[in-house]
């Protein structure tokens, strides 16, 4: 048998695992202080959720959805017959639109409504060509404020992004911040004219694959690496310059307020993602350290359409997705990754086998203080019990012992002393606890003089 994970699939072994609840942790932080509310939808839906909101001439639908099959529809595949929509599911490539169907079901904006903001995060799928920074199963964290439709939102969800980035640990000065706008319904289908007339002028120049989108998804275009279709690109009429006044207005309103907020942004007029929700405003954050081609740490946008494509109300809607995988390539290059969690701090060890019962009750005690404790499940002598504390970094490893115990007494060692104190059973909680809180309390005196002498 293979023992590989899947192709474009990893392991997340247990230190990538604590950075992944730490992203997530620092998201609901920051998230909730602008009110965000977690919510899960399933990891599969109808595949026709996907089709219809991100849209069937994207990539991610034509050419990278993972489908699911169930027992009944094996059975109806190998019989020849077609799948109802029913029976077609696909492995969720994105939140976003999952989002808007919970949103659609549960009437989660009604009409009149405050508008709803919440937060997630998790796996998704896309059968990509695997390579650096680019994954078949990623993960995402991701945030959606649906029934919105002032240029605040779009600022708030900008900063927000960028101050979620910033508490990670992402620094400022690395990160490239692209906006750009595409238009709504009023001012698309003419610049959609614009850019046909231009492509079919230029259709030569461009690669196989631009010749086909230039009938299928023509924006996409702005998005190839090809040189050819670059330099045709850079002279094509973009949407930027092509917006009605109200789509204008509402781009420049967003600018100005990130730019007072001192977000350092590039307006991009080739970037317009890879998902057709898009109306007006999307950004991106873009960071070169530690990533090749796959540079996109996170990004997102406005989809004013998407509930009504979805079956809803007419409700405006946007939001962003971060990257998880790209993001730490980002901070290791940058040297910024989070610290993982603390080393435990209480071992407790038997000195005989005839205390290894009161050692693991000792254990549940300290536990049930929240004191991280580990003992032995193994049967090791006592030398090795301390060797596997030191392993652990472990600061304090209480030591049961018979003699000690007839006289309802343990010994608490300090490891990096080597100092060992006779303590009685019954206060063992009591004076563990008053030992860390000490240990805090000189830790935040120490970060303390840190800082000011950095300011001095
Ligand atoms: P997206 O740009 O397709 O947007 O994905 C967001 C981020 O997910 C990317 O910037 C990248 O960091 C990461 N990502 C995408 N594909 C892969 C992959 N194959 N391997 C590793 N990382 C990847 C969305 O998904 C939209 N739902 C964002 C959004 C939310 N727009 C509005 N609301």
Known sequence: MDTRSPRGTVDLLPEQARLWDIFVRTATEVFSGYGYEPIQTPIFEHTDLFVRGIGEATDVVSKEMFTVLGPSSVAALKAGEDLDADHRLTLRPEGTASVVRAVVQHNLVPKGGAPLKVHYAGPMFRYERPQKGRQRQFLQIGAELIGANAPTADAEMIIMLVRFYEAIGVPREQMRILVNSMGDDACRPAFRGKLDAYLSDHRDALCPRCQERADTNPLRIFDCKNPGCIAVMEAAPTLADNLCDDCADHYDRVLRMISHAGIDYTEDPSLVRGLDYYTRTVFEVQVDAGLGSQNAIGGGGRYDRLVEIVGGDPTPGLGFSIGFERTLLALEAAGTTPEPADEFVVYVAAAED??????????????????????????????????????????????????????????????????????????????????VSAWEIDAYFESWDGASSDEG
């Not at 205390?355 to 009750?361: D, E, K, L, P």
């Not at 005690?365 to 003992?375: F, G, P, S």
Request: glycine share 8%; proline share 0%; charged share 35%.
């Open 354 to 435: 005839a205390t290894r019962s009161v050692a693991f009750s000792v254990a549940q005690r300290l536990r049930d203080v929240d004191v991280r404790t580990e003992l032995d499940h193994q049967g090791r002598s006592l030398k090795s019990q301390f060797k596997h504390a030191d392993r652990l970094g472990a600061r304090l490893t209480v030591v049961v012992g018979t003699d000690e115990l007839s006289r309802g007494e343990i010994v608490v060692r300090d490891m990096d002393a080597k100092s060992e104190e006779v303590v009685g059973l019954d206060g063992i909680e009591a004076y563990i606890e008053s030992i």
